[in-house]
């Protein structure tokens, strides 16, 4: 199983070999547990770590692999960030997309070998969605070639970039650009922030963490300003657009490729939701199968908690889609790498599509992982509120996928204008020019879905259900915000009227495309334990997805009453099948103790032995009489007694 999760049998069997390498290094362990530290402890942790790590990672992974090195940063740095968390995420995909090859030889063999750390430096205090309303300028001297970055106004200080505030000495800006008096909208620009012996701020930059935030605090998200900060010519990066000593204007191939880099996060982090989520769930299911609390039967003892079918109905549904996320997300990384691989050499085509897919299934993806992990620390009862489930600081990265790489509402409606147009060639009768992701809207469907009416149809007829309502939707959304427009509504005012039912076909869409991406996946499995194990899953998963968005296909009769409750049938069969398998499906993820870090959710089980260490480890509890009770409480009491 660990290999249909990781992608193969070497992937898995690699993570193993590097868990095990890590366990035998104790200077690359917590030097105590991280919710007793302070942010600063916490940085200073992390940075002596990754120092550590630069030295030995050859010893330990292949550097050259994304996976591996996801894997490496998981164990040892751990989910709450690193002082280089964006110069891997960001700054070095931004710079292998967007500089020049002259650039590149430049700048990444720096980069790489951790010369200078960097950071991509875009959102603002008062602007993060709306790009073309970004304030820092880069005006073009014509005289001495060089590009005059500038702070117009306190709104026009970026704001929130990963490890900007005191970790990075150069960033990827993005800034509109302006030559002789035209502005050319938002390019990136390779900056120096820092001096690289000093790490001093260099003339003309003000530089500072935001403070602390909600989860992922070992990252000094920051503030950059720029006061008539200047930067040579050839620091705009130059792969599609150019500027020419003289001023000259070179425009890119597709008016959004400088937007690639953001692209990059949206492909790769819906595998990064999938391991939080299959975390927590770890977590909760493992104590779910030591926790015992009351009897179902009165005449039994008391029985785990996981036997609740409440409890399994919280819990296995984001199972599913632990797995259903980690299948989608390998699919969208494949598909970016080959629409970078064709965008390098010149071909866009594929872009929109991109965009739109990615755009999609972000906003899905963070949004139920964020809800996944709240109901599995809930699972958890009061030890599930404690830091030593760990569970509530995954929720709080997680829950920031929501809003990073572009608001999931905003990212709804990118993909909702793209269906808008696949059905507006439906309607024109051009339906053989929709994209293979949209092809389904210009199919007729039956008259109604025929789930329970055909034997052993296997996925198909939830297939073409999820198909028919997603389709309807779209359809309908589109009508009622065409509709709007001739009836004489202005454009961009007929979208806001109709945008609550456009977000709902992207949902509807994408959750479309992550049952397909299951499917292919299961269909493909040879192994017939795992495919016999994983179908079940997939049983569950379309079964509640289904539940969960009935009232579509009951609204026009797609669905019948009876229908709906064999559907509700098989979300209770199949939570019963699950059961005594649901440990396992999480172990196959192959999480180390280190990784989880969760007291509670250790792979020993030892729950309440573990618990009654960590709190006796607590730093309060170091001496029986707190400072604040001699000095505050005491005299109260002393007081009030008098
Ligand atoms: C194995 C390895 C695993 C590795 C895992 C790594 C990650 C794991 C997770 C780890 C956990 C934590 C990491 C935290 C890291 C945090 C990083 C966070 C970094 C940031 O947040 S950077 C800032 C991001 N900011 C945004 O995303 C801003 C959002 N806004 C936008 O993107 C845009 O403004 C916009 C909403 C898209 C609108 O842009 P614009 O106004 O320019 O365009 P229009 O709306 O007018 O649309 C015009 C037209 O253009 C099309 N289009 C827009 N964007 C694109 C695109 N990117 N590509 C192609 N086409 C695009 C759009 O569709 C329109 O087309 P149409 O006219 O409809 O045809
Ligand atoms: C943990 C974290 C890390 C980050 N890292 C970086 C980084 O490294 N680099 C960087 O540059 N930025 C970074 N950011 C910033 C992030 O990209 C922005 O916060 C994000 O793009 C959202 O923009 P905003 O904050 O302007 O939200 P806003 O756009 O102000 O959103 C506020 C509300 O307005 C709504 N809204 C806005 N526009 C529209 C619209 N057109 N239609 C409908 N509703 C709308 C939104 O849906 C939302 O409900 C980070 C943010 C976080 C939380």
Same mark, same amino acid.
């Given at each position: 199983?660990? #290999?249909?999760?990781?992608?193969?049998?070497?992937?898995?069997?690699?993570?193993?070999?590097?868990?095990? /390498?890590?366990?035998?290094?104790?200077?690359?362990?917590?030097?105590?547990?991280?919710?007793?530290?302070?942010?600063?402890?916490?940085?200073?942790?992390?940075?002596?770590?990754?120092?550590?790590?630069?030295?030995?990672?050859?010893?330990?992974?292949?550097?050259?692999?994304?996976?591996?090195?996801?894997? $490496?940063?998981?164990?040892?740095?751990?989910?709450?960030?690193?002082?280089?968390?964006?110069?891997?995420? !960001?700054?070095?995909?931004?710079?292998?997309?967007?500089?020049?090859?002259?650039?590149?030889?430049?700048?990444?063999?720096?980069?790489?070998?951790?010369?200078?750390?960097?950071?991509?430096?875009?959102?603002?205090?008062?602007?993060?969605?709306?790009?073309?309303?970004?304030?820092?300028?880069?005006?073009?001297?014509?005289?001495?070639?060089?590009?005059? &970055?500038?702070?117009?106004?306190?709104?026009?200080?970026?704001?929130?970039?990963?490890?900007?505030?005191?970790?990075? *000495?150069?960033?990827?800006?993005?800034?509109?650009?302006?030559?002789?008096?035209?502005?050319?909208?938002?390019?990136?620009?390779?900056?120096?922030?820092?001096?690289?012996?000093?790490?001093?701020?260099?003339?003309?930059?003000?530089?500072?963490?935001?403070?602390?935030?909600?989860?992922?605090?070992?990252?000094?998200?920051?503030?950059?300003?720029?006061?008539?900060?200047?930067?040579?010519?050839?620091?705009? $990066?130059?792969?599609?657009?150019?500027?020419?000593?003289?001023?000259?204007?070179?425009?890119?191939?597709?008016?959004?490729?400088?937007?690639?880099?953001? +692209?990059? +996060?949206?492909?790769?982090?819906?595998?990064?939701?999938?391991?939080?989520?299959?975390?927590?769930?770890?977590?909760?299911?493992?104590? @779910? @199968?030591?926790?015992?609390?009351?009897?179902?039967?009165?005449?039994?003892?008391?029985?785990?908690?996981?036997?609740?079918?409440?409890?399994?109905?919280?819990?296995?549904?984001?199972?599913?889609?632990?797995?259903?996320?980690?299948? #989608?997300?390998?699919?969208?990384?494949?598909?970016?790498?080959?629409?970078?691989?064709?965008?390098?050499?010149?071909?866009?085509?594929?872009?929109?599509?991109?965009?739109?897919?990615?755009?999609?299934?972000?906003?899905? +993806?963070?949004?139920?992982?964020?809800?996944?992990?709240?109901?599995?620390?809930?699972?958890?009862?009061?030890?599930?509120?404690?830091?030593?489930?760990?569970?509530?600081?995954?929720?709080?990265?997680?829950?920031?996928?929501?809003?990073?790489?572009?608001?999931?509402? +905003?990212?709804?409606?990118?993909?909702?204008?793209?269906?808008?147009?696949?059905?507006?060639?439906?309607?024109?009768?051009?339906?053989?020019?929709?994209?293979?992701?949209?092809?389904?809207?210009?199919?007729?469907?039956?008259?109604?879905?025929?789930?329970?009416?055909?034997?052993?149809?296997?996925?198909?007829?939830?297939?073409?259900?999820?198909?028919?309502?997603?389709?309807?939707?779209?359809?309908?959304?589109?009508?009622?915000?065409?509709?709007?427009?001739?009836?004489?509504?202005?454009?961009?005012?007929?979208?806001?009227?109709?945008?609550?039912?456009?977000?709902?076909?992207?949902?509807?869409?994408?959750?479309?495309?992550?049952?397909?991406?299951?499917?292919?996946?299961?269909?493909?499995?040879?192994?017939?334990?795992?495919?016999?194990?994983?179908?079940?899953?997939?049983?569950?998963?379309?079964?509640?997805?289904?539940?969960?968005? #009935?009232?579509?296909?009951?609204?026009?009769?797609?669905?019948?009453?009876?229908?709906?409750?064999?559907?509700?049938?098989?979300?209770?069969?199949?939570?019963?099948?699950?059961?005594?398998?649901?440990?396992? &499906? $999480?172990?196959?993820?192959?999480? @180390?103790?280190?990784?989880?870090?969760?007291?509670?959710?250790?792979?020993?089980? *030892?729950?309440?032995?573990?618990?009654? /260490?960590?709190? /006796?480890?607590?730093?309060?509890?170091?001496?029986?009489?707190?400072?604040?009770?001699?000095?505050?409480?005491?005299? !109260?009491?002393? /007081?009030?007694?008098?």
């Amino acid at each position: 199983m660990a #290999a249909q999760i990781w992608g193969s049998e070497k992937r898995a069997r690699r993570r193993r070999e590097i868990s095990a /390498k890590i366990a035998q290094m104790p200077e690359l362990h917590d030097s105590k547990p991280l919710p007793f530290m302070t942010r600063e402890e916490k940085i200073m942790e992390s940075a002596r770590k990754l120092t550590i790590l630069t030295e030995k990672m050859g010893q330990i992974i292949d550097p050259t692999d994304p996976a591996e090195l996801y894997h $490496l940063n998981n164990e040892v740095l751990g989910l709450e960030g690193n002082p280089m968390a964006l110069h891997g995420v !960001m700054f070095i995909p931004a710079l292998s997309a967007q500089a020049s090859d002259e650039q590149q030889a430049k700048w990444l063999p720096r980069a790489l070998r951790r010369e200078i750390i960097g950071t991509y430096a875009q959102t603002e205090l008062g602007h993060g969605t709306n790009l073309q309303n970004l304030e820092t300028t880069a005006t073009y001297d014509l005289a001495t070639q060089e590009f005059v &970055l500038h702070t117009p106004q306190i709104t026009a200080l970026k704001w929130w970039p990963g490890n900007l505030g005191k970790s990075s *000495n150069y960033a990827v800006v993005v800034a509109h650009m302006i030559i002789k008096a035209k502005n050319y909208g938002p390019h990136p620009f390779m900056v120096q922030l820092r001096d690289e012996k000093t790490h001093e701020p260099l003339p003309g930059i003000t530089i500072g963490d935001i403070g602390p935030k909600m989860a992922y605090n070992i990252v000094d998200n920051g503030f950059l300003g720029f006061n008539k900060y200047r930067i040579p010519r050839t620091n705009l $990066l130059m792969r599609h657009t150019k500027v020419e000593a003289d001023g000259t204007y070179i425009k890119p191939p597709h008016a959004k490729i400088n937007y690639s880099a953001m +692209v990059h +996060v949206r492909a790769y982090m819906l595998t990064g939701q999938a391991i939080m989520l299959a975390s927590a769930l770890n977590i909760a299911t493992r104590y @779910s @199968s030591v926790r015992r609390q009351g009897q179902i039967d009165k005449s039994q003892p008391e029985v785990k908690v996981l036997e609740y079918q409440t409890q399994q109905h919280r819990l296995f549904p984001s199972i599913a889609r632990a797995y259903a996320f980690q299948f #989608a997300g390998a699919e969208t990384v494949k598909l970016y790498e080959h629409v970078l691989k064709e965008m390098k050499s010149g071909n866009v085509s594929l872009m929109a599509d991109l965009h739109a897919l990615t755009s999609g299934l972000k906003s899905v +993806v963070t949004y139920q992982t964020g809800e996944g992990i709240e109901q599995a620390r809930m699972a958890c009862g009061g030890h599930g509120y404690s830091m030593a489930s760990y569970i509530s600081e995954i929720y709080g990265v997680a829950i920031g996928g929501c809003t990073y790489e572009g608001e999931n509402m +905003v990212m709804l409606l990118q993909l909702a204008r793209y269906l808008v147009k696949s059905a507006a060639l439906v309607k024109s009768g051009q339906s053989s020019k929709l994209g293979p992701l949209v092809a389904y809207l210009g199919v007729k469907s039956e008259p109604t879905s025929l789930i329970d009416r055909i034997p052993n149809s296997g996925f198909t007829e939830y297939v073409k259900t999820f198909q028919h309502v997603s389709k309807r939707q779209t359809l309908k959304a589109a009508d009622m915000f065409f509709g709007l427009m001739e009836k004489g509504e202005k454009r961009e005012i007929a979208w806001n009227k109709c945008s609550v039912e456009l977000n709902r076909a992207s949902r509807l869409h994408t959750r479309l495309f992550i049952v397909e991406a299951f499917v292919r996946r299961v269909n493909e499995i040879a192994d017939i334990r795992i495919k016999e194990a994983l179908t079940d899953l997939l049983h569950l998963h379309v079964n509640y997805e289904l539940l969960d968005i #009935a009232s579509y296909a009951l609204e026009d009769g797609f669905l019948s009453a009876s229908q709906l409750d064999y559907i509700r049938d098989q979300v209770y069969l199949y939570l019963g099948k699950i059961r005594p398998n649901a440990v396992s &499906l $999480l172990d196959s993820w192959e999480f @180390s103790d280190i990784e989880l870090r969760s007291v509670l959710g250790r792979r020993d089980g *030892n729950v309440y032995e573990n618990l009654f /260490k960590w709190a /006796k480890s607590s730093p309060l509890n170091k001496t029986d009489v707190l400072s604040s009770v001699t000095q505050y409480l005491k005299p !109260m009491m002393e /007081k009030a007694r008098l």
